[in-house]
């Protein structure tokens, strides 16, 4: 399986957008997301995208998106994100938001992780942006879905230069599998200076 990234922007980011979705609700189902997703929710949450400097990097193996990050200026999430970041010295207009990355799990390992960073924090720069960002949500070592084999990203965040910024919380509400309604859940932002 030969797999190519393309940064999307523009009508080609709105174009990708379903098949975001479709990946959202399928990749973040798995732990720690545990992301129960609805194509209603999916639709509002990835308006977001539409704005001038956001990017969708997608993973294609041949015609058919198999992957694919997200990513803003934060900016664009301040209702979201605002209050996390009210005790930072940096400016919510010099950080660049890495949303999420979705990748079936049969093309891990390959290095597009790392593609998938790689371009957005190049658009970032390009937008003149000075530091990256993602968050990653909490979960309890205890939680009784964690599965016995799961293994934190944490080792290849580090590697690529991000550190948790303590204290730097945001909430974030979501319905889990298997709960009758969405719960607000913590997720800790990782910073890195580009």
Do not use: N
Request: charged share 30%; with cysteine; hydrophobic share 40%.
């Amino acid at each position: 399986m030969s797999v190519a990234t393309r940064v999307l922007t523009g009508q080609a980011l709105a174009d990708a957008l379903e098949d975001v979705a479709r990946l959202r609700m399928t990749v973040f189902r798995d732990w720690p997301y545990r992301y129960d997703g609805d194509e209603d929710y999916e639709r509002e949450y990835l308006q977001a995208y539409l704005s001038p400097g956001a990017v969708v990097v997608a993973a294609l193996d041949g015609d058919r998106i198999v992957g694919a990050a997200t990513g803003a200026p934060m900016a664009d999430h301040a209702a979201d994100f605002a209050a996390a970041f009210q005790d930072r010295p940096e400016d919510l207009s010099d950080i660049f938001y890495c949303a999420e990355s979705a990748l079936l799990p049969e093309y891990r390992g390959r290095g597009i992780g790392h593609a998938f960073f790689d371009a957005r924090e190049d658009h970032a720069r390009a937008l003149g942006h000075r530091y990256s960002a993602f968050c990653s949500v909490i979960r309890p070592d205890d939680h009784p879905a964690r599965p016995a084999d799961y293994r934190p990203l944490d080792p290849f965040w580090r590697k690529r230069g991000y550190a948790p910024l303590p204290g730097v919380i945001a909430r974030f509400a979501w319905k889990d599998i298997g709960q009758p309604e969405e719960t607000d859940k913590p997720l800790q932002f990782w910073m890195k200076a580009l």
